[in-house]
């Protein structure tokens, strides 16, 4: 079945820096790649995700790359601010819609101004 | 206000007793899904409905049970049988058509 990896678990960074994290995931099947954004004490947030027949993909300040002949994908927070600090989550979906994703676990960035 | 809702927030049991965790949508979608998180862990999937009256094992199902009665409604049993239900459980929801799963706020369970 699907695995996914994601590193660093821990990130430290200072306001206004950029922030990077990767996952790999090991089934080339795979076609959907969502982050999710969860702050302490409550459930995930949908922040971006890309489809396998996408590159690249920005919203504002984050970004998500696709590279699927490395089966790696990575998201890119660009001018972070404190209120970035948060656990990120990818995951991956090799079904159908409405079949269940595989979830990294997690990376907790810490934004420090 | 479209969404998800779990209920409670939080819950505390007493082994040997069942328990079940509400998870009610408004958002009119096909699919519903329940992961559970435990600290320093993503979150792995223990049941998920496609359609009312069908659901699907996932990784974790062992110990627990549910139903898909209405489309809205997905609840889930912990039972005396799930060897360490302490933990964080979270219900989603997804569209029939469509790969984003959107998450309620959690339920967290402490059993002692």
């Known amino acids: 079945g699907e695995n996914v990896e994601q590193h660093p678990s821990t990130l430290s960074v200072q306001e206004g820096d950029s922030a990077v994290i990767k996952c790999t995931y090991s089934?080339?099947?795979?076609?959907?790649f969502p982050w999710y954004k969860q702050e302490l004490g409550k459930g995930p947030q949908l922040i971006i995700d890309?489809?396998?027949?996408?590159g690249e993909k920005k919203d504002q300040r984050i970004a998500v790359t696709l590279n699927k002949t490395a089966k790696h994908f990575s998201l890119h927070i660009t001018e972070t601010q404190p209120e970035d600090s948060a656990v990120y989550f990818c995951?991956?979906?090799?079904?159908?819609?409405?079949?269940?994703?595989?979830f990294g676990k997690g990376t907790t960035l810490s934004v420090s101004s | 206000d479209g969404g998800i809702t779990q209920s409670p927030k939080y819950l505390f049991r007493k082994e040997g007793q069942n328990v079940t965790l509400s998870c009610e949508q408004n958002?009119?979608?096909?699919?519903m899904y329940w992961y559970r998180q435990d600290p320093g862990q993503g979150l792995r999937l223990i049941y998920y409905?496609?359609?009312?009256?069908?659901?699907q094992k996932g990784d974790i199902a062992e110990g627990y049970s549910v139903s898909r009665e209405k489309k809205e409604s997905f609840p889930l049993t912990v039972t005396s049988a799930q060897k360490n239900p302490t933990a964080f459980y979270l219900c989603?929801?997804?569209?029939?058509?469509?790969?984003?799963?959107?998450f309620g706020p959690g339920t967290r369970l402490t059993v002692t």
């Open positions: 958002l009119n979608h096909d699919a």
């Open positions: 995951a991956a979906s090799t079904g159908q819609a409405g079949t269940a994703l595989i």
């Open positions: 409905s496609q359609i009312v009256n069908d659901f």
């Open positions: 890309i489809r396998s027949n996408v």
């Open positions: 089934d080339s099947a795979s076609n959907y």
């Open positions: 989603a929801s997804s569209a029939g058509h469509s790969y984003e799963q959107y």
